[in-house]
């Protein structure tokens, strides 16, 4: 499956963006969906995952109660709803694609990646 991710850009302390990253190929269903990010002069780090029918979601401790996984499986698209942005969550998103769901927040368990958007929220 290929991926391509969009969305990201500069918001303000407490906004919030919406990251879609769109899927190619009939399969999509089949796949575990994540989002993974990386500031700068970090390693990438997991931030959520949404199993394929969309029935179980996981989050980061980090963002949980202000992120929402979503997907669309006919329209072959997960989506990142981020709230009450921190300029800790400056960072490239990338979204991924796992095809076992044996361990969502495992990056090398991540079989296909998009090109990552970038995300800044200032201060």
């Known amino acids: 499956v290929q991926l391509q991710a969009s969305g990201g850009g500069l918001v303000q302390a407490g906004g919030s963006l919406r990251l879609s990253c769109a899927a190619s190929?009939?399969?999509?269903?089949?796949?575990?969906m994540g989002w993974f990010r990386q500031a700068p002069g970090k390693g990438r780090e997991f931030v959520a995952a949404?199993?394929?029918?969309?029935?179980?979601?996981w989050y980061a401790n980090s963002v949980k109660g202000r992120f929402t996984i979503s997907r669309d499986n006919a329209k072959n698209t997960v989506a990142l709803q981020m709230n009450s942005l921190k300029p800790e969550d400056t960072a490239i998103y990338y979204c991924?694609?796992?095809?076992?769901?044996?361990?969502?927040?495992?990056?090398?368990?991540?079989?296909?990646w998009g090109k990552g958007t970038l995300v800044t929220v200032s201060s």
């Open positions: 949404i199993s394929g029918r969309g029935s179980s979601t």
């Open positions: 991924a694609a796992d095809p076992t769901g044996n361990a969502i927040a495992i990056m090398e368990r991540y079989d296909s």
């Open positions: 190929g009939r399969t999509f269903r089949n796949y575990y």
